[in-house]
């Protein structure tokens, strides 16, 4: 009798990490059903539609649509939504990925009705607990049963937090399958061409984190930062509707935008957006993810936070922590420009091959 498995996401970092997932297991028909749920955490075009359509994801089997809320709402509604959903379809399993408000509502959910949980980027730790993402990952880990990692620091964290050793699995990386999967339709792209970039000649910027956008006392902050890095390279600047939202709140928006050399532009899809990062100088980012894609690329990235949970980006890759410190931001930009930059390395099992390891150790215990 075939296994039924949901596999959940809900926010654009998720559908890159589902996708290599959900091909994997198709490979396995006469042994799996599969599902796929969409909580719609995520819910305009940008965020969320354009990622099936680049990444060749199969339309839902069931959407939720919840859309956004403050933390406690949105968890809340996932919850109510995915308990209906779990109670109809019976399944054997959950998938979740990631640290998002999918990922701890859906697994809590499974977990109180005693089916079994796997998270996929299991382990990852800032230390940080006033990160809304640090509190889904540990509180996730805890309710999983199976747990599989994307870097060495994931097995230190769950061995020091007292998880068994059985359930934890080193499998690598499946943002880097799909990253690599993409990459002769990434080279493709003609994004450059249409912002009229040329190669090696800007910079790449995405912020999104409510400790960078939420207040005029950060984004004060990050315009000075970024008006003295515009004044020596070209920023280009994808705007999460977030914190589109936030600029427009805090009367900000036309304040970056009449930096001289910054663009910003809608967001875009995954393609286009890796391309971007592929051809560019250096990332200056908050975001998890990009610290990952690249250090794969093995392009610079500045990241604007205090701590990050991929210390592996910064040991071994082409990540630097700078926080909103205008003289680390401009001493690594410096750097970079005059090609004295790290060079980095590729991280252990980022192969590609990090989905065929998790669907073959579930093939062999379920």
């Keep these: 009798m075939k296994k039924r498995i949901l596999i959940v996401a809900g926010a654009r970092p998720n559908f890159m990490k589902v996708a290599p997932l959900i091909c994997e297991f198709n490979k396995y028909k006469s042994r799996f059903e599969i599902l796929f749920v969409h909580t719609g955490q995520h819910y305009d075009f940008e965020m969320s539609e354009i990622f099936f359509q680049d990444l060749r994801i199969p339309k839902p ?7 956004s809320a403050s933390h406690a709402v949105q968890t809340a509604k996932i919850m109510m ?20 408000n999918s990922t701890l509502a859906c697994a809590l959910v499974t977990s109180k009705l005693n089916i079994k949980v796997a998270h996929v980027e299991a382990g990852l730790r800032s230390f940080d607990r006033t990160m809304p993402e640090e509190i889904n990952r540990t509180i996730t880990d805890s309710l999983s049963d199976y747990l599989f990692v994307s870097e060495k620091s994931g097995l230190e964290n769950l061995k020091r937090e007292g998880i068994n050793s059985d359930k934890v699995y080193f499998v690598g990386n499946v943002m880097i399958d799909t990253l690599s999967a993409n990459l002769p339709i990434i080279n493709r792209s003609d994004i450059l061409n249409e912002y009229g970039l040329t190669k090696r000649e800007y910079c790449v910027m995405t912020l999104h ?21 515009s004044e020596r390279i070209k920023i280009i600047y994808p ?39 592929k051809e ?9 993810g990009i610290q990952e894609e690249s250090t794969f690329l093995a392009v610079p990235c500045l990241t604007m936070r205090a701590n990050t949970e991929r210390p592996v980006t910064i040991k071994k890759g082409t990540n630097y922590l700078v ?34 390891r998790i669907v073959k150790i579930l093939s062999m215990s379920l």
Aim: glycine share 6%; net charge positive; no cysteine.
């Design 280 to 288: 560019s100088k250096f990332v200056i980012t908050d975001s998890g």
């Design 209 to 229: 984190r409510p400790s960078n956008v939420d207040s005029p006392a950060t984004l004060s902050e990050l315009l000075d930062v970024l008006s003295a890095v």
């Design 239 to 277: 705007i999460h509707p977030r914190t589109m939202k936030m600029m427009n709140k805090h009367k900000f928006l036309n304040k970056f935008k009449k930096l001289e050399n910054l663009l910003v532009v809608d967001p875009l899809g995954y393609i286009d957006f890796i391309k971007l990062i």
């Design 323 to 356: 926080g909103r410190s205008k003289t680390k931001v401009l001493k690594y930009v410096k750097d970079i420009l005059n090609s004295k930059s790290k060079k980095g390395s590729i991280p252990e099992l980022w192969d590609g091959k990090a989905a065929k």
């Design 61 to 67: 089997d069931i959407y939720l649509n919840i859309g």
């Design 81 to 100: 939504a995915f308990e209906r959903v779990t109670l109809r379809e019976k399944p054997d399993l959950i998938v979740v990925v990631g640290d998002v």
